[in-house]
């Protein structure tokens, strides 16, 4: 199995068991080792009372792609700390997307850059995780 492969059956894996990030209507775009590309398109049940992209919404896409890309090897791997900078708001009917890739592997902790763009390319947020490896695997390999 390539690196690839094992990405992609690991976000299938993943997205077969989480039942959150369908439900708010988080969309795998691509996998690999590393690496992860999730996208959402902002509702209006998305939206705060300003009329914008709740911050949690984005939080939860950049946190998800995070997330994947940190699984990726299909070794268990869950968030140790992250943070968010948002720059700014999605609206109603963007497509924001988030690319996470991953910085630094180095025994069990990994460093992992995410950034949030909508549909024109503008960066609405950062995010930065830090992961930690834990037992299992995401499938029997």
């Given at each position: 199995?390539?690196?690839?492969?094992?990405?992609e059956?690991?976000?299938?894996?993943?997205?077969?068991?989480?039942?959150?990030?369908?439900?708010?209507?988080?969309?795998?775009?691509?996998?690999?080792e590393?690496?992860?590309?999730?996208?959402?398109?902002?509702?209006?049940?998305?939206?705060?009372?300003?009329?914008?992209?709740?911050?949690?919404?984005?939080?939860?896409?950049?946190?998800?792609?995070?997330?994947?890309a940190?699984?990726?090897?299909?070794?268990?791997?869950?968030?140790?700390?992250?943070s968010?900078s948002?720059?700014?708001?999605?609206?109603?009917?963007?497509?924001?997307?988030?690319?996470?890739?991953?910085?630094?592997?180095a025994?069990?902790?990994g460093?992992?850059?995410?950034?949030?763009?909508?549909?024109?390319?503008?960066?609405?947020?950062?995010?930065?995780?830090?992961?930690?490896?834990?037992?299992?695997?995401i499938?029997?390999?």
């Amino acid at each position: 199995m390539t690196p690839q492969q094992r990405a992609e059956r690991t976000a299938s894996t993943m997205m077969t068991a989480d039942a959150a990030s369908p439900w708010v209507g988080i969309e795998v775009v691509s996998m690999d080792e590393g690496a992860a590309t999730m996208a959402l398109t902002v509702q209006k049940h998305h939206c705060n009372g300003h009329g914008i992209c709740h911050g949690g919404i984005t939080y939860m896409l950049a946190d998800t792609a995070f997330a994947f890309a940190a699984n990726s090897r299909n070794q268990s791997t869950v968030a140790h700390h992250n943070s968010i900078s948002y720059l700014a708001p999605g609206q109603l009917g963007d497509c924001l997307t988030a690319i996470a890739t991953e910085i630094s592997l180095a025994g069990r902790t990994g460093i992992y850059d995410v950034t949030v763009t909508n549909q024109h390319g503008q960066v609405t947020a950062e995010f930065r995780g830090i992961s930690r490896t834990i037992k299992g695997q995401i499938f029997d390999e």
